[in-house]
């Protein structure tokens, strides 16, 4: 059984700093170094009051670090924005290695359709009420990015049930 805190952290704290991440890099094309440092301390809080043993820490741990090392040379190649290589590699600290390859293939499953349908977009001029939203005109920039948070943060959604202990989950 969790610990209330572990509960906390898993069912509210965790799924909240996901939808802020993905709201902040669709309105602002940025992810706080706040919001990744917070879902880091939030796994490494929940990873101590869960009662997690040290060798699923360690594979928690590992996939954090692997997914660092891929999306910093993502990044270094300017293929990623450093916000998604950020708050990918703090999400799979909660994802740990097992689940690791099913939240990348659905990351990118979700993110496929989120850049094309934006890349299609930009193609046409943007209808006169969307003028008045400063994020959909940033968005509909050529020389803006994609907001790739939002799959980033769906994928860890869809996948976190599978990845911390949820079959131990009961109400504290």
Same mark, same amino acid.
């Given at each position: +059984?969790?610990?209330?805190?572990?509960?906390?952290?898993?069912? =509210?704290?965790?799924?909240?700093?996901?939808?802020?991440?993905?709201?902040?890099?669709?309105?602002?094309?940025?992810?706080?170094? /706040? &919001? *990744?440092?917070?879902?880091?301390?939030?796994?490494?809080?929940?990873?101590?009051?869960?009662? +997690?043993?040290?060798?699923?820490?360690?594979?928690?741990?590992?996939?954090?670090?692997?997914?660092?090392?891929?999306?910093?040379?993502?990044?270094?190649?300017?293929?990623?924005?450093?916000?998604?290589?950020?708050?990918?590699?703090?999400?799979?600290?909660?994802?740990?290695?097992?689940?690791?390859?099913?939240?990348?293939?659905?990351?990118?499953?979700?993110?496929?359709?989120?850049?094309?349908?934006?890349?299609?977009? /930009?193609?046409?001029?943007?209808?006169?009420?969307?003028?008045? =939203?400063? =994020?959909?005109?940033?968005?509909?920039? *050529?020389?803006?990015? &994609?907001?790739?948070?939002?799959?980033?943060?769906?994928?860890?959604?869809?996948?976190?049930?599978?990845?911390?202990?949820?079959? /131990?989950?009961?109400?504290?």
């Amino acid at each position: +059984m969790l610990s209330m805190a572990a509960y906390l952290l898993l069912c =509210f704290v965790f799924p909240f700093l996901m939808a802020y991440a993905a709201a902040s890099d669709l309105l602002t094309m940025r992810i706080s170094n /706040r &919001v *990744t440092g917070l879902v880091f301390v939030g796994f490494l809080l929940y990873a101590m009051v869960s009662g +997690m043993d040290w060798s699923d820490l360690s594979r928690h741990l590992a996939a954090g670090s692997l997914t660092l090392v891929i999306t910093f040379a993502l990044f270094a190649r300017g293929w990623i924005g450093g916000g998604d290589a950020k708050l990918a590699a703090s999400t799979a600290l909660w994802i740990g290695l097992a689940n690791l390859p099913e939240y990348l293939i659905l990351a990118s499953i979700l993110g496929a359709p989120l850049t094309l349908s934006i890349v299609s977009a /930009r193609k046409y001029p943007l209808p006169k009420l969307a003028l008045k =939203f400063p =994020f959909a005109v940033h968005l509909h920039d *050529t020389k803006t990015g &994609v907001p790739y948070g939002i799959a980033l943060a769906a994928a860890a959604l869809l996948v976190l049930p599978n990845s911390v202990g949820l079959d /131990r989950l009961t109400l504290p």
